[in-house]
């Protein structure tokens, strides 16, 4: 895992960012587009049938054998709150690792469409207003301007840990 | 010349902790009347080796401790004493003391002084056959003589070491190369000093008067058509040749390849030739062999030349003998004048089988002393007979230098360091001059323990990083043959797949006629892959016996603490289980075991009064049955009273004032949380940690424990566990379009659902009217929230009756796929614990399916019921 990291950082390097700079792949949801920090990106795969996981939220797809590791597979459209796509052959699933409970764990999660890779100073980052709705604010690491497009960058450890750990706690209560 | 000796403590340390069970082991069979000299031999090679192990790495402490345990146990193997009950159990709390201190050596603490003082105390005492002065136990440094370090001379210390002084001891040298200088120097009657300058004294601006040269041929030398004695006869027609043969790797008669070359020559020429003309002597081997080529004093080579020309004289009279014959001629002559050193090195051999090396057996003895442990490469064509005499005296004697396989392997420079073990080996030999044979039992390493150190570096890097891989997850002796087993498969699975891709090629040329050939392939690509698969799984697994060994000490102890007779029996030792599985299941045991003695074996007077044998017996079996292992903890004791239990249930309020508890479940009450059965609280059990503990521990582990006993006669526990926590077997169930796999531990029947049995209580419940049972039913697709297309009706539906944390539900699901093997994936890697489910696997087709937790669904179907 650390490996792809690295391998990841060195992409960044040949990919000529200047010092200074976040990478930042980005991907579409709803007409919407959101970053997520490129070094967290371990892979990004078409859409393949998952194993749904008993009791847990609709927005959770199931696991995935991803080269024998289980990895759970998240719908962020779901999880946003917004209307399910059909899937298909198109369908992307973006493979992240996620820090919690002080350990990297890996997380698909499906989105519509995958973007482009900006960079951004981190002065550019402007922090996000009170947002309201679904996507509450602590998910947002902040908002940035590219190329006259609005980029939301999100906070995956957040987005993704909140309702999970919330759930373990309930497990183990 | 100084080694890094922490590199060879871990060794040390698990070949000592090795040597402490063994020596418990037979100290416990003597107790029980065991063979006594075998016992007594192995007891004694047990505290030898260690005491040679820890004086070689400095650990005076407990090198000087087990000197007195084996002066002990040597005067019980002389006969000279009798090994009764105060000295077995003194030299058991001696094993204990010693694991003590080895267990503050790893932590690095200090040692409990005042027990180690005492029982030196107590040693000594026994020794002198005086009660022990316990109130002024003897210092511990009285006792303990410094041991000899690598980097010192040790004689000063064996003669502290031993009680009777050494008749023939002397300074060692400090190097081997001395060694051969000294014998050489006895030859030419020179001093010692001249020799070595002659050898080691950098070549000066004088004019040589001749060459040392040292010849250490390959091994293969032989085989090459190449005969050492040539080019000594070369050299000599160079000038006076003075040549000795170094034996020093020649190994024992058993292991000689006569068709190998083992020795290696230092030849003194005097000649004025240069060194190139005698470089060329050894031209045809220059690329077979080591030479060192070095100018020879001028003192030296004054007094070869008077010897020279003496011994071509006698050389002409042995027209034909070879150069070892002449070697002995040499060695005699030294040892009419000194031959202390080269008997030192005789017993640093440890010449075992024979206790009192007879005079006139001098030249033989010389010879074998010559030949020191693995040292540098050397050869010599060697006379036959002198070869059988060293060889029988040395093949034992090498194996027998303690330490002696670490020492091959970490060996950078044979030199000092080898030096303190020898010396051990003399004292001990010496003391008690009967055989020996240090620890050395298990050679890691498949290569024989007596082998030239050929490539002493990276064998010495192989043990860092060994000692590395110690240091996180612990190892495993693995048996070479399991290894050899793996190797085999592994190239059958190669062999498999090449052929398959051969076939792959012709399948596009040919169409699809070799179709079964395909199908023959991947039959057999499927056997090799599963006999690899149970290899591989093979090397985690370990006879029970590792868990099993604590308990006749445990018993013995409790035996003698509460005057109790107890017997143990154990059967099965060798049922091999996972080595994780086996560190849990330790406790438990432990636990188990404790209990039947506790409360399980009576008082001798009570069971004699009930009409039993006065000694009790506690019994424990292990054994395969149908995937899984099953260990039972018998005894023959008063059982369990249920009267008592129920009582002491409604006491701890676990069951209700007027609830009625069946027969069969009254026994399963002591398995509740804050049951114990014992009047007083002992020093055994009921200290808090219950049979609750045990079973969770068991359950955790995947498995359950049962309970039988009848009063008066006894109290049955059995165990079942899975032989691995890595892959289980399991059901293949299908509900909706989910596959799901059900351990078949938890299983007990599968059968399908007859309408006319499901009752419903309360117009909700489920119950399967099982035989005279009534089994609550879980339908896995509403607990699992899973929607059931085209759903034929329950009357097409399986009930799949699991059992967990004792009790049986039935599991109400579509159809039953195969039983497959399944690698069980942690779900809290990259997620979290999901209530029901165990783990996941990957199916054949490379989906993930998860494995349910009999225990846990019957957990949520109580609770949704309630």
Sequence with gaps: MSSSM???????????????????????????????????????KGWSKTTPIPNTPDYIKGVMNLRGAIVPIIDLRERFGLPPLEYGPMTVVIVLSVFSEERERLMGVVVDAVSDVYNVKPDDLKPAPDLGGKLRSEFVKGLATVDEKLMIVIDIDNLLNSDELSLIKEANA | MSIDTSEFLDVLMEDSLEALSDMETSLLDLDNGGDDSELINTIFRGAHSIKGGSGMLGLDEVAGFTHLMET???????????????????????????????AAIKEGVDNDAVLIASLVERLTATLENREPVMAAPAPVTVSEPEIPKPDLQPEVQIETMLDEPLGFAEAPSEDPLLDLLDLESAASESDDDSTMNALLAPPGDFVTPGWAVQFVPDHDLFLNGFDPLDFIRQLAKLGGVDAKSDVNVLPGLARINPE????????????????????????????QCELIIEPLQEAHANQLRAIIAEQEAARKEQTGQDAVSYLRETVLGESSCDAVEPVMTAEDFGVTEEPVIPPADNETDLLSAMVPPPAEDAVSDINDTVAVDAGELVSDAVDSVPGSESLSAGQTAPAIEIEAPEVEATADSNAAPVSEVPAVTEVPDAQPQVKPAAKPKSKAGARAADRKANDNGGSIRVSTQKIDALINMAGELVITQAMLAQLGEKLEDSGLQEIEHLRDGLAQLERNSRELQDAVMSIRMLPISFAFSRFPRMIRDLATKFDKKVRLVTTGEQTELDKTVMEKIGDP????????????????????????????????????????IVIEVIDDGKGLDREVIIAKAREKELIGPDEQVPEDKALELIFEPGFSTAAQVSDLSGRGVGMDVVRRNIRDLGGHIE????????????????????????QLVTVGNETFIVPLISIVE???????????????TELYHLRDEYIPVVKLNELFSIKRHNHSGAEHDLLVVVEGDGKKIGLQVDDLLGQQQAFIKSLETNFKPVTGISGATILGDGTVSLILDAGAIVRLSSNSGT
């Design chain 2, 260 to 287: 190998q070359c083992y020795m290696a020559w230092d030849i003194n020429v005097v000649t004025d030739v240069g060194s190139d003309a005698v470089r060329e002597v050894f031209s045809p081997v220059a690329s």
């Design chain 2, 750 to 764: 599968s059968l399908q659902i007859q309408p006319e049995h499901m009752k419903t209580v309360a117009g909700q």
């Design chain 2, 589 to 628: 045991l432990v636990h188990l075991v404790r209990n039947s003695f506790d409360h399980g074996i009576e008082m001798p007077q009570d069971r004699l009064k009930a009409g039993k044998d006065e000694t009790g017996t506690i019994e424990l079996n292990a054994y395969h049955q149908g995937g899984n």
């Design chain 2, 707 to 730: 309970l039988e006993s009848e009063q008066g006669k006894g109290t049955r526990f059995t165990i079942r566990l899975p032989l691995t926590l890595a892959i289980l077997d399991g």
């Design chain 1, 6 to 44: 690295q391998n990841a950082e060195e992409n960044n390097f040949g990919m000529g960012v200047s010092v200074g700079e976040d990478q930042y792949l980005t991907f579409i949801i709803a007409q919407e587009e959101y970053g997520v920090d490129i070094l967290r990106v371990q892979e990004i």
């Design chain 2, 72 to 102: 002990l146990l040597d005067e019980v193997r002389e006969g000279q004493r009798k090994i009764d009950m105060p000295v077995i159990g003194l030299l058991l709390e001696c094993v204990d003391a010693l694991r003590g201190m080895f």
